[in-house]
T-cell receptor
C-alpha cells in the first residue's frame, strides 16, 4: 500500500520559534495533501488542503499566516508553525491522495508529529 | 453539509465478544464511507471503505461494515474481539465531489477486557 512519512515524529520548541514539519509520499505521487490537527482524546480537524504547485486552501478559522503550507513537489508538503505558542501544542497528521490517479480520492495517513511548545 | 455521528465515545467489550461501533452520516449525495483505526500516538490506518458496489464491506483484521442507505448508517462490526483491537476508531465520510476531503466523526474508544 501507499506509504506516507512525517518528520520529525516529535518536536519540542520554545515559545516564539518556528517549527517545520515534513510530509512525504514515499511510493506514489500525491497531487493533494491534507493537514490535520488532533487534540488529546479528540477527532481530527482538517486544517488545510494543498495541491502541488498551488496555494493551500485553509479551513475556516485556521490562520494561514501562522500555519504556512508548501506543496512544492508531488512527494513533499511542509507545514510550518510560525511563532509557536503553547496553545499550538498538538498532534499534527498529514495525509496524501493520488488525485486523478485515484478515482476514490483515498487518503493515506502519515504517522503524525507531536509538537510541544514550552 | 456533510456530518458524521458516532454513537458512544467509549465502548467496552470482553475478549471474544461481538464488537459493534455505530456510525451515522448525513450527506446530500451518496458518499464514500471509511473506517479508520488509530493506536496511541500513531497516524490512522484504513480498516475498510465503501465507495460503490456491494454494501457489505470486509476489511482488515476481521472487521466488516454494511452501508445502509435507508438508515444513513455504516456500522462497524467484528464477530470476536481480540485484545489487540483496543484502539480509537473513526468513521469518516467523503463527498465524491469534494476532492477527497474527509469529515470525521468524533471517534469511539474501544476497550477489550480479558
Amino acid at each position: 500500500g501507499a506509504v506516507v512519512s512525517q518528520h520529525p515524529s516529535w518536536v519540542i520548541c520554545k515559545s516564539g520559534t518556528s517549527v517545520k514539519i515534513e510530509c512525504r509520499s514515499l511510493d506514489f505521487q500525491a497531487t493533494t495533501m491534507f493537514w490535520y490537527r488532533q487534540f488529546p482524546k479528540q477527532s481530527l480537524m482538517l486544517m488545510a488542503t494543498s495541491n502541488e504547485g498551488s496555494k493551500a486552501t485553509y479551513e475556516q478559522g485556521v490562520e494561514k499566516d501562522k500555519f504556512l503550507i508548501n506543496h512544492a513537489s508531488l512527494t513533499l508538503s511542509t507545514l510550518t508553525v510560525t511563532s509557536a505558542h503553547p496553545e499550538d501544542s498538538s498532534f499534527y497528521i498529514c495525509s496524501a491522495s493520488g488525485g486523478l490517479a485515484d478515482p476514490y480520492n483515498e487518503q493515506f495517513f502519515g504517522p503524525g508529529t507531536r509538537l510541544t511548545v514550552l | 453539509a456533510q456530518s458524521v455521528t458516532q454513537l458512544g465515545s467509549h465502548v467496552s467489550v470482553s475478549e471474544g465478544a461481538l464488537v459493534l461501533l455505530r456510525c451515522n452520516y448525513s450527506s446530500s449525495v451518496p458518499p464514500y464511507l471509511f473506517w479508520y483505526v488509530q493506536y496511541p500516538n500513531q497516524g490512522l490506518q484504513l480498516l475498510l471503505k465503501y465507495t460503490t458496489g456491494a454494501t457489505l464491506v470486509k476489511g482488515i483484521n476481521g472487521f466488516e461494515a454494511e452501508f445502509k442507505k435507508s438508515e444513513t448508517s455504516f456500522h462497524l462490526t467484528k464477530p470476536s474481539a481480540h485484545m489487540s483491537d483496543a484502539a480509537e476508531y473513526f468513521c469518516a465520510v467523503s463527498d465524491r465531489g469534494e476532492g477527497g476531503k474527509l469529515i470525521f466523526g468524533q471517534g469511539t474508544e474501544l476497550s477489550v477486557k480479558p
